[in-house]
């Protein structure tokens, strides 16, 4: 028996080509490009539309003197930063101190290589992309701790093994939150999460899931309220407090790169990436961004930044645990399924969700609560 094994291109004429423009070479080149100029554009509108965004939220105006909106405020900012002057310290490690913001900037950009925009539009179909996603996207945290080491600051040292802290307790519920979409899936390539999506998004079979990698993904990248590793009225600016110039604006461009790249990796694996009605598969794949962006400072601007004890039991005893209750209940209805989820689960998982999250905010406490200071004797 001879099996005939169609590309994406055969099965839907508006895919691209997987050398889509020619060849190898060219086809790298231009995915590089586009990879580039995507990241560095979205992230100049994230930070205009964070700060205009909060300031609605917090009745103030926000940016609105350079150019239309404040529109070219985030520009002006970025060639303030390139021309400021580059101190570092006598004491530091020089060779490492100019290394750790490229550490951290070049996987972020890597990560990227794996996302598809559209049907076959992505630099490289790989069919462990979103295993890649999780390896590469743990790196860029070397680039903090070898700037928190590289500093000889002890502000910046806290910083950065808070920042370890985070890493190690916060991997476990997001991969496992991960894993849920690959059960579902039947894959760990990115293109066929997508394809499995094309009737529903698995945001509705994955309402826990996708509280748990939300959550887990906010605290790696350090977003508030997780943003205990520059924390300024503890660590004065934490891990790039040496930094100034370039090389903050290297760190500045990484953090919203990470924003970034979660809310590209939220959008394709639960939200139906590309996919949509009407619309260019493009033109919906930027819409799911930027409703998460939106969602993650609507997140930053309501919620008070958490201790560092309080970071560390959110992951240990309520995440973690519920991050297994989702794997099972997953794995169960796979099983139970095994040829598709009919959508009656939707409504069985949404049910599970609001259940299980109120129990288990009551089981642990996570000492959300006042402070209790004993008294002086």
């Given at each position: 028996m001879t099996t005939l094994a169609l590309s994406s291109a055969a099965l839907n004429p508006a895919a691209l080509a997987s050398d889509w423009p020619g060849n190898f070479w060219l086809h790298w080149a231009v995915f590089s490009v586009l990879i580039l100029a995507f990241v560095l554009g979205v992230v100049i509108i994230f930070v205009w539309l964070e700060r205009r965004f909060m300031a609605r939220m917090q009745a103030r105006i926000g940016p609105n003197r350079t150019g239309p909106f404040g529109l070219l405020q985030s520009l002006a900012d970025a060639l303030k930063l390139m021309l400021k002057e580059d101190i570092v310290p006598d004491s530091a490690d020089h060779a490492l101190h100019w290394l750790a913001p490229i550490i951290a900037l070049v996987p972020v950009l890597s990560v990227f290589v794996v996302?598809?925009?559209?049907?076959?539009?992505?630099?490289?179909?790989?069919?462990?992309?979103?295993?890649?996603?999780?390896?590469?996207?743990?790196?860029?945290?070397?680039?903090?701790?070898?700037?928190?080491?590289?500093?000889?600051?002890?502000?910046?040292?806290?910083?950065?093994?808070?920042?370890?802290?985070?890493?190690?307790?916060?991997?476990?519920?997001?991969?496992?939150?991960?894993?849920?979409?690959?059960?579902?899936?039947?894959?760990?390539?990115?293109?066929?999460?997508?394809?499995?999506?094309?009737?529903?998004?698995?945001?509705?079979?994955?309402?826990?899931?996708?509280?748990?990698?939300?959550?887990?993904?906010?605290?790696?990248?350090?977003?508030?309220?997780?943003?205990?590793?520059?924390?300024?009225?503890?660590?004065?600016?934490?891990?790039?407090?040496?930094?100034?110039?370039?090389?903050?604006?290297?760190?500045?461009?990484?953090?919203?790169?990470?924003?970034?790249?979660?809310?590209?990796?939220?959008?394709?694996?639960?939200?139906?990436?590309?996919?949509?009605?009407?619309?260019?598969?493009?033109?919906w794949f930027l819409g799911k961004v930027f409703a998460v962006f939106l969602f993650m400072v609507w997140v930053r601007t309501t919620m008070p930044r958490v201790r560092i004890d309080q970071l560390m039991a959110l992951a240990w005893k309520f995440l973690f645990p519920l991050a297994l209750i989702n794997l099972l209940v997953t794995a169960i209805e796979v099983l139970i399924w095994p040829n598709g989820l009919p959508w009656p689960v939707i409504f069985l998982n949404i049910a599970i969700f609001l259940a299980v999250i109120p129990i288990f905010s009551r089981l642990f406490k996570l000492g959300w609560g006042r402070v209790e200071v004993p008294a002086l004797r």
């Open positions: 996302i598809p925009f559209a049907d076959g539009a992505a630099l490289a179909d790989l069919n462990i992309g979103i295993l890649y996603v999780i390896a590469i996207g743990s790196v860029a945290s070397m680039g903090i701790i070898t700037a928190g080491w590289a500093s000889n600051n002890k502000y910046s040292l806290l910083g950065a093994m808070r920042d370890i802290a985070a890493i190690v307790s916060y991997e476990i519920p997001l991969a496992m939150a991960v894993l849920g979409v690959v059960i579902i899936a039947g894959s760990l390539s990115l293109s066929a999460i997508v394809d499995a999506q094309s009737s529903v998004p698995l945001i509705f079979f994955q309402p826990l899931g996708f509280l748990l990698f939300f959550i887990a993904a906010c605290a790696e990248i350090n977003r508030s309220p997780f943003d205990l590793l520059e924390a300024d009225s503890e660590l004065t600016a934490g891990f790039h407090t040496e930094y100034s110039g370039m090389k903050f604006a290297l760190f500045f461009l990484a953090e919203y790169g990470e924003s970034l790249v979660v809310s590209a990796v939220v959008a394709t694996i639960f939200l139906g990436g590309w996919r949509g009605p009407v619309l260019p598969p493009w033109l």
